[in-house]
């Protein structure tokens, strides 16, 4: 029997196995069933570890059987043993392997099988194809090569196996948060996050040691605790060793400029929040004379543009080392110009006109624009960091994989389509929450939007969040924004959506005949119910189904996740130090009002303004660690063969790995005419296939 110490997690794991009926040990004459495990050649494949097998058949199971460890499981181990049952369990379909540590030894590492093959008492061979790791204390289940889930045989499996008494995976349990922000797994320590969704060892070394050298270079150059600020703006360059990719020197020598200024909301870490204006608001008094455009003719063409910050508007800003910092909610108008330059024309730093409240333009003394435009740039790290970034990327895709893997089971399609888009987000997320938006972490001590001001933020975002903005086409298509030239991330981001589109269709539409199929799959069900509850706690305003009852509408919300957690991450990611690495680009903080009217700012003023040393460091040191890709990653489509055996679904995956490569050559072929190269859409070298860092 499975040692005491795990029975526990076994119990909440089986798939409704206590309904089969369990042989009892007997008298009579036992039947036989050879079994062959082979192990991976992989490094570190291999364990010592005892090894239990179960043997599932339509009619019977078998007890869990103990396979002596040892050198049994070691590196290219091929390895045979008997399991003896009172009666042949009939035709098989599923094994279940579990991997037990000794107790008086240290954790062993993770084993790496290949494949397990039995042979039954009746001659029948039966394979079943591995590939993947197992990890200690867990059951993991694997379904034998040739079921098909479309047939009369598996249907008859279905409905023991994944009927409504499937119970729910209990190591994935809600933390059903008293904010109003999507719940996440339950884990108040590390100990307690369940052992397949941690960091290897390899990324967790890498983690680590990528935090404590950034905190380690501020430390030794006297500016980890420096309150003091900048001299110059070109001092800033100091702060780290020969860290700055060719991007952010880009940024650096070009972050003043207003055509810059104005790419960046296309193609920068934040793209989400332009829109093509029709009408000026209200709040945003400019005038044609201002900006000497006819601004109504200019609408009527397309060539006007608005990014409205209002989600900061009345939120709490922070106060650091006892003192307020300052936090704004700006509009910002811009103009396509004949040479399709993107231009900002006018700014107004907060929401209500007021005379205490002026519009900035460009023709305004040097340093009133320049602070205007630094404001700016500090409300877009707030809104991408927490919003665009942290909701719409992390959260939701903590809130994809708990209820995945808290609802349905291996060997579901629905779980091999998805499941490799959930590795390490359950551990960074953790790691987020430790680290940056706890009371002692990152947001709190050098973020004017930590503290009341981040739950404050999320809240509303989640408030006005909605499903079509999950969904590209349609977000670039209400934001009026489907013929802005030079817009690489819509560019690229439609042709992914369209290329995983096309492979989760062709996925799901193997599996799911009709709808009626989708409707009675009660797995499914439950998978985005528990997102609807737990990720947008049950807000119909949002537009996210709480049930499925058309292939297309499956296929459309997978589409949406699979994208969310490989392609939308990685644009609002992958940059960020190209990006937010240069610190008045975007600066984590400001710690003076600003201006009231116009001709009162100064080079010093701005220099008092932005953050001081020790934060500025702090912020650089942070964003460094938030974009070091690990040299394990996983880029988009690198599946492997362990979750798609049968031969349609193998090439539909082929398909989906070649369409991304195409799309790979193109976007290469395109940056090489590009001042500033857009690569974070690149499928098979930047985008990795889950939110992983």
């Known amino acids: 029997m499975i040692s005491t110490v795990c029975e526990r997690s076994i119990s909440l794991t089986y798939p409704a196995g206590e309904q089969m009926r369990i042989l009892p040990p007997s008298r009579v004459k036992m039947v036989d069933y050879e079994v062959t495990i082979s192990t991976s050649y992989h490094d570190n494949a291999g364990t010592s570890d005892n090894v239990f097998i179960k043997l599932m058949g339509f009619e019977m199971s078998s007890e869990h059987k103990k396979l002596e460890g040892g050198s049994s499981f070691a590196r290219g181990a091929v390895s045979h043993f008997t399991v003896s049952c009172p009666a042949s369990i009939g035709k098989l379909f599923q094994i279940q392997l579990y991997k037990q540590h000794f107790p008086e030894f240290p954790e062993d590492s993770k084993w790496l099988p290949t494949k397990v093959v039995v042979k ?13 790791w197992i990890n ?39 933390n059903d948060s008293e904010v109003e922000i999507p719940h996440h797994l339950t884990a108040k320590s590390f100990e307690e996050l369940p052992h397949s969704a941690k960091f290897s060892y390899r990324k967790d070394i890498e983690f680590d040691y990528t935090l404590a050298t950034g905190l380690g270079e501020i430390f030794l150059k006297g500016l980890i605790d ?53 009408a000026l608001p209200e709040n945003f008094p400019v005038t044609d004379d201002a900006v000497s455009l006819s601004l109504t003719d200019e609408m009527k063409e397309g060539n006007i543009f608005l990014c409205d910050y209002k989600s900061l508007d009345g939120l709490t800003p922070n106060t650091i080392d006892g003192k307020e910092q300052y936090l704004m909610a700006p509009l910002v ?7 399709d330059r993107l231009m900002p024309i006018a700014i107004q730093l907060k929401q209500t006109p007021a005379d205490d409240n002026p519009i900035f333009y460009p023709t305004d003394s040097e340093y009133d624009w320049l602070t205007a435009k630094i404001f700016v740039r500090g409300a877009d790290f707030h809104e991408h960091e927490l919003n665009v970034h942290l909701l719409r990327t992390h959260l939701l895709a903590e809130v994809f994989t708990v209820s995945l893997l808290r609802n349905v089971p291996e060997g579901h399609p629905l779980y091999n389509l998805l499941v490799h888009h959930t590795r390490y987000t359950l551990h960074i997320n953790y790691k987020a929450r430790e680290l940056l938006i706890s009371e002692e972490g990152f947001f709190k001590q050098y973020a004017a939007s930590g503290g009341e001001a981040l739950i404050e933020h999320l809240e509303g975002s989640l408030a006005s969040l909605t499903y079509s903005s999950l969904c590209i086409p349609e977000d670039i298509a209400e934001r009026g924004l489907k013929d802005v030239p030079n817009f690489h991330y819509r560019d690229d981001g439609l042709k992914l959506w369209d290329i995983i589109h096309r492979f989760v269709q062709g996925i799901l539409s193997f599996y799911y005949s009709t709808d009626t199929e989708v409707q009675n799959d009660p797995l499914v069900q439950r998978w985005i ?47 960020q130090y190209d990006y937010s690495g240069w610190m008045p680009n975007a600066p984590t903080t400001l710690r003076l009002p600003p201006p009231t009217k116009k001709g009162t700012i100064s080079e010093a003023r701005m220099l008092q303004t932005l953050p001081d040393k020790g934060t500025t460091a702090h912020g650089m040191a942070v964003i460094g660690l938030l974009s070091k890709r690990s040299s394990d990653s996983v880029f988009l489509g690198q599946y492997g063969n362990d979750h798609f055996k049968k031969e349609i679904p193998r090439q539909l995956l082929k398909a989906f790995q070649g369409e991304l490569q195409v799309l790979s050559a193109q976007i290469k072929i395109r940056n090489k005419n590009l001042e500033v190269p857009y690569t974070y859409l690149d499928p098979v070298s930047v985008v990795e296939n889950s939110v992983s860092l």
């Open 333 to 339: 108008l811009l103009h396509k110009t004949p040479d």
């Open 120 to 132: 039954s008492p009746e001659g029948d061979t039966y394979k079943f194809p591995i590939c993947r």
């Open 529 to 575: 119910l528990d997102i609807f509850k737990h990720g947008f706690l049950s807000q119909v305003g949002t537009g996210i189904p709480q049930s499925f009852t058309t292939v297309k509408d499956l296929v459309k919300f997978v589409t949406m996740v699979i994208f969310t957690c490989s392609a939308q991450h990685s644009a609002v990611n992958t940059g």
């Open 226 to 278: 420096n309150k003091d600020t900048w001299d110059d703006i070109d001092d800033i360059n100091g702060v780290f060793w020969g860290k700055y990719p060719d991007i952010s020197a880009y940024v650096q020598e070009h972050w003043k400029e207003d055509a810059f200024f104005g790419y960046q909301y296309l193609n920068g870490v934040n793209p989400m929040l332009i829109r093509r204006c029709s």
């Open 136 to 174: 200690d204390c867990e059951l993991a289940s694997f379904t034998e090569e040739r079921v098909n889930i479309k047939s009369t045989v598996e249907s008859e499996v279905n409905e023991r196996k994944w009927g409504k008494t499937y119970p729910v995976n209990d190591d994935y349990r809600w």
